[in-house]
């Protein structure tokens, strides 16, 4: 009669969510090896402009959204994006001021947006005063941006990809 003695019956062995759960792992783990990557080029940024031996090279970070999946690079210190964007007249974000302001080095309220602008005369004869006290005062218009974070992600895409690509074969 046959080889079947009675319905013939086939079973399909699914790894679905096997299969999905180990891509998104790997997935994960390609994205902190960017996030990784491209907080060095930060770093890096910085320290080709002469900004980057204090506070903000330290702070930079990343994290990995594995719900996305993303992963954001970024800092916390307030004074990021003067780095980032310029300041003052240099301003590339649409908020360029004119005037001179006065800061003292080492100070947290270094930002354009805490000081009070004057003319080049005013800020010159307040440095002075603040210099004769022992005060290391500085008088500026603003300063260029480097755009640490924009250039560590713009200039590397082929880099990140094939970090992705390396994660996902090994996964």
Not at 27 to 35: D, F, N, P, R, T
Not at 89 to 115: C, F, L, M, Q, R
Request: glycine share 12%; aromatic share 8%.
């Amino acid at each position: 009669m046959g080889f079947f003695t009675g319905k013939p019956s086939v079973q399909i062995i699914s790894n679905v969510d096997e299969f999905l759960k180990a891509s998104r792992e790997s997935a994960i783990k390609a994205l902190e090896a960017v996030g990784i990557q491209c907080e060095s080029h930060a770093v890096k940024n910085l320290k080709n402009a002469g900004r980057g031996k204090g506070k903000l090279s330290k702070s930079i970070t990343h994290l990995v959204d594995p719900v996305e999946p993303a992963v954001y690079v970024g800092t916390n210190v307030h004074y990021a994006i003067y780095n980032e964007v310029g300041t003052g007249i240099h301003n590339e974000a649409g908020h360029a001021t004119k005037g001179w302001w006065v800061y003292v080095e080492g100070s947290d309220n270094v930002g354009p947006g805490n000081s009070k602008r004057y003319t080049y005369e005013e800020a010159a004869q307040i440095m002075a005063i603040l210099r004769s006290r022992g005060i290391p005062a500085h008088m500026t218009q603003g300063m260029k941006g480097v755009h640490f974070i924009r250039d560590a992600v713009a200039g590397h895409e082929q880099e990140y990809k094939n970090i992705i690509e390396e994660h996902l074969e090994k996964g």
